[in-house]
Antibody, heavy 124, light 105 residues
Framework: EVQLVESGGGFVLPGGSLRVSCAAS????????MHWVRQAPGKGLVWVSR????????DYADSVKGRFTISRDNARNTLYLQMNSLRPEDTAVYYC?????????????????WGEGTTVTVSS | IQMTQSPSSLSASVGDRVTITCRAS??????LNWYQQKPGKAPNLLIY???SLQSGVPSRFSGSGSGTDFTLTISSLQPEDFATYYC????????FGQGTKLEMK
């Protein structure tokens, strides 16, 4: 069964750090781009970051650039998000998601597998 | 790229035909996906590449459009369809619409 399971969420003071993880199973992890998407309480989905299959290419939303670092360990089938200098506005459920793409003709990209999320709360 | 959904909320009844619109601030060709999210749950992919139905998704869901204007249509609303729906562009770094909450009338 294809599955993503996040862990590592918790309560942290403003300015603190936290690392969340996403364990993948049931598919060839290294063949897929992976994403982090967050959702603040009562709000919509916001894309945070993505990483390619070998970990050498990364992208970040402007709101987290310079504070968050995405990485992956393909030997452990695990995705990470290191979050530093956390702010109250970073409070959210953090989801990891697998990117898939169409293989015939033009390549279209979509997030087809999602974890259940891990909650990060930043508060004093 | 900005993604704008309308309406932000919608009241409908079981059996109704429902249409949700998503507009991109620039041409995204067909790089448009639709997701459904129920309270406390992860998003679920419904439609990718503007009009392709994801495996396992009921055929009452359909997507159309290209360029800047897209629609998600539910042909006959079922009780399990009351949820929030998001569009997302994948032309470049992902951006989600603000969501459309579909409520029971």
């Amino acid at each position: 069964e294809v599955q993503l399971v996040e862990s590592g969420g918790g309560f942290v003071l403003p300015g603190g750090s936290l690392r969340v993880s996403c364990a993948a199973s049931g598919f060839t992890f290294s063949s897929h781009w992976m994403h982090w998407v967050r959702q603040a309480p009562g709000k919509g989905l916001v894309w945070v970051s993505r990483i390619n299959g070998d970990g050498k290419s990364t992208d970040y939303a402007d709101s987290v650039k310079g504070r968050f670092t995405i990485s992956r360990d393909n030997a452990r089938n695990t995705l990470y998000l290191q979050m530093n200098s956390l702010r109250p506005e970073d409070t959210a459920v953090y989801y990891c998601a697998r990117e898939e793409m169409t293989v015939s003709g033009v390549n279209y990209y979509y997030m087809d597998v999602w974890g259940e999320g891990t909650t990060v709360t930043v508060s004093s | 790229i900005q993604m704008t959904q309308s309406p932000s909320s919608l009241s409908a009844s079981v059996g109704d035909r429902v249409t949700i619109t998503c507009r991109a601030s620039q041409n995204i060709i067909s790089y448009l996906n639709w997701y459904q999210q129920k309270p406390g749950k992860a998003p679920n992919l419904l439609i990718y590449a503007a009009s392709s139905l994801q495996s396992g998704v009921p055929s009452r869901f359909s997507g159309s459009g290209s360029g800047t204007d897209f629609t998600l249509t539910i042909s006959s609303l079922q009780p399990e369809d009351f949820a929030t729906y998001y569009c997302q562009q994948s032309y470049n770094a992902p951006v989600f619409g603000q969501g459309t909450k579909l409520e029971m009338k």
